[in-house]
């Protein structure tokens, strides 16, 4: 399974930037990605997930009503708008999915990309 993160980069402070996740490979059925975030001397924290299924998604209170998770089923991608940035965004974002196949329920994790917010 891979996972190829993209899109993120250095941004001023209220600014934008858009994330994408895609999934290859022996997935099996995906039942939820998600982006996570960790910080210098932080832990990971999860910043947005969605449910394949349904679309149902849950954020982290820090990031409502200024990121959006969305998916695209067919081609197994996820993307994360983040908008109104802050330089506490600033971290390695990181994408996750939740899969159950043959093998029972397996997660999986992309290598993380840069997201700079400067003020």
């Known amino acids: 399974v891979q996972l190829v993160e993209s899109g993120g980069g250095l941004v001023q402070a209220g600014g934008s930037l858009r994330l994408s996740c895609a999934a290859s490979?022996?997935?099996?059925?995906?039942?939820?990605m998600g982006w996570y975030r960790q910080a210098p001397g932080q832990q990971r924290e999860l910043v947005a997930r969605?449910?394949?299924?349904?679309?149902?998604?849950n954020y982290a209170d820090s990031v409502k009503g200024r990121f959006t998770i969305s998916r695209d089923n067919a081609r197994n991608t996820m993307y994360l708008q983040m908008t109104m940035l802050k330089p506490e965004d600033t971290a390695v974002y990181s994408c996750?999915?939740?899969?159950?196949?043959?093998?029972?329920?397996?997660?999986?994790w992309g290598q993380g990309t840069q997201v700079t917010v400067s003020s």
């Open positions: 490979g022996s997935t099996g059925s995906i039942v939820t």
């Open positions: 996750n999915i939740v899969s159950v196949s043959r093998l029972g329920v397996q997660g999986y």
């Open positions: 969605i449910r394949m299924s349904d679309a149902t998604t």
